[in-house]
């Protein structure tokens, strides 16, 4: 499986992670996410819940309004509400 755009696939033979991470810089902000095969049953699962996550998070960037070129503080907190717990 090869990276994508805002995702990258992890795969390291000493360390304990291995999945993708979605990283996306908006507005002066970056959201970051890890998406575990452990956690989501494999690297596929993994992805597919990347991608979804990832339109998701588009689609209220997209829509939102900024504030002198940056994103609003309600806009932050809602993508980091979509995002979940790190």
């Known amino acids: ?37 452990k956690q989501y049953g494999g690297g596929r699962k993994a992805l597919e819940a990347a991608e979804n996550t990832l339109g998701d998070l588009k689609s209220l960037l997209e829509a939102s309004k900024k504030v002198n070129g940056r994103l609003s503080n309600v806009t932050v907190k809602k993508a980091e509400k979509l995002l979940g717990p790190v």
């Open 1 to 37: 499986m090869k990276s994508k755009r805002n995702l990258t696939r992890f795969t390291y033979e000493n360390t304990a992670f291995q999945g993708w991470r979605l990283c996306v810089s908006r507005g002066g902000v970056t959201f970051t996410k890890y998406f575990s095969d």
